[in-house]
């Protein structure tokens, strides 16, 4: 399978994950205490929807699915720091737009929604790069240093 399909792969996981889990997020920020925030769970789904909507329709997707799929970076930090750097910019733009439709309390939760999901996508930025990394070493074979191959190995 060529590179750019397993990073499309990778980069689609990636953001299946980051939704589902802004949902969860979202829902444990504007549930009042822990037993709503547990009634809210099952649907999490729905709400992982809808913000990934609204991150859809400012262009989020678009701009990570560039970095992640085009370009990645041989340090393992700096795609996952991009994309975490690109989720804020994305999210304070709506927050920006929705401020004066929004109630105190949802005003009050823009900047854990923030940190919160910057951490979120660093993780599973961290991870879909660790991932791809295993998924292209195991599809290409061991490499000759590993097995030590070459000049040096044979004794004799």
């Known amino acids: ?33 822990l037993s709503a925030f547990v009634s809210i769970l099952p649907g999490a789904w729905a ?4 913000v990934g909507a609204i991150l859809f329709l400012h262009g989020y ?7 992640g799929v085009v370009w990645r970076s041989q340090k393992p930090w700096l795609y996952p ?3 975490a750097t690109l989720f ?12 004066p439709d929004l109630s105190s309390s949802g005003q009050a939760a823009e900047l854990p929604f923030l940190a919160g999901g910057a951490c ?10 660790w991932l791809l990394r295993m998924w292209v070493r195991r599809g290409n074979g061991p490499s000759p240093q590993q097995h030590r191959i070459g000049p040096s190995s044979a004794r004799g």
């Open 1 to 33: 399978m060529p590179l750019i399909f397993k990073r499309l792969t990778v980069w689609l996981v990636e953001a299946l994950v980051t939704t589902l889990l802004f949902g969860v997020l979202f829902g444990a920020l504007s549930s009042p205490d």
């Open 120 to 129: 979120i996508v660093f993780a599973c930025a961290y991870g879909g790069n």
């Open 81 to 83: 720091a991009i994309a």
């Open 88 to 99: 804020v910019i994305h999210t304070h733009i709506v927050f920006f737009r929705l401020k």
């Open 61 to 67: 997707y678009v701009t990570t699915a560039l970095a």
């Open 47 to 50: 709400l992982a929807f809808g």
